[in-house]
Structures are given as structure tokens and as C-alpha cells.
């Protein structure tokens, strides 16, 4: 997996691309950002079953019928306070939608296994042809290096996205305008170097 915090960071940028000033637009963003990571909840249960089982690691809670669930009740928790345009069908769509980007990622990666998307219809698992992101470690030990290089090549590869998303207005400041150039020629330069690296 990506570690959680990159697949928080994109879902509640684009979250707030959608809902900016909107009523509840900051709330909705943080349980965008929450509830895209919460497939990772079966490291929960690592140990209980094997990694290729269903309910092993990136399986039934990475598929998109997971998603669906997850979108739906987040969606019927907050049709009240957040509004996006649309109403709450676009609300649990949206919320839906970037919960099932937690499997995309984690197919982006350079190890473990593929992701479970169509289980339980299916049990394949399924990488992307391009896996620049390397694999976060299953761990909650914060001082693990391992966790910090991988966070390292994450902020360079996703964050300008990010920023880009939760930022595009149409007045953006010099500074944040400079900020974002460099970091999105960091993040191609990077997507570069990780890409060339696997071939
Ligand atoms: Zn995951």
C-alpha cells in the first residue's frame, strides 16, 4: 500500500475541489480523506487469513463493491452537513468514487500483491502496468525508515497532484503558483526515474 497519509492527501484535495464553499466543505474533505483509507483497516485482521484470501490484505476491502458500501454510508452520515453540487447521490458517488482510488494506488505499487478490485465475483488480483510507487511497509512502527524513504518518494510523485487539486482557483498567488511549478517538475522528474527503474 501507499501509506495512508498520500491516500488521504489526494481524496480530501479533490474532495475540496468539488465542494469548495459549499456548507460542510472542510468536513466532507476530512472524511474523504478518512475513508479513503479505511481499506487499509484489514492489516486489522493480518495474521487471521493468508494475504491471497479473499478477506486477506488488499482483498474484499479494496474491491468496489466495498466501495460502494463504504461511499454509500459515509454518504448517508453526512447528506445533512455537506453539500456538494448535486446532492447526495453526487455525495455518496463522489465519496464512492475516491474510496475505490485507495485500490488504484495500492495497484501502483512495486510489491505485495495485486488488489482484489472485482472480488467477490472474482478473486484476481490486479497491478497497473506502471508500479513507480515502492511499498509502504505493514507496520504502525513510525520510526521504520523504510516508512519515511517511502513517504519521501510518495510526496514527490502524488502531493504536487494534490496541491494542484486543492488549490486550482482562480487566483493563485505567486508563491503558491512557484511552489506548485517545482513540485510538479519534481513529482514528472520522479515519475521518470521510477518508471525508467522498472524497465
Ligand atoms: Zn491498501
Redesign the pocket.
Known sequence: ??TVFT?AVLAASAFSLVARGRRGARLGAVAAGLLSAA??A?VLWWGLTSYGEPWG??GMT?SLVAAVVIGLLGALALRRRVHVPGGAWALFALLAALTAT??V??AMTDGGRG?GFLLPFDETRTFLPLRPVPVAPISANLLNPRLWYVLGVETLLFWPLAALLAWSRPALGARRAALLIAGLLASAATWGVRIADRF
Open positions: 500500500m501507499p491516500h481499506p487499509d484489514d490484505h488488499r479494496h485507495h485500490g494506488l495500492d488488489v
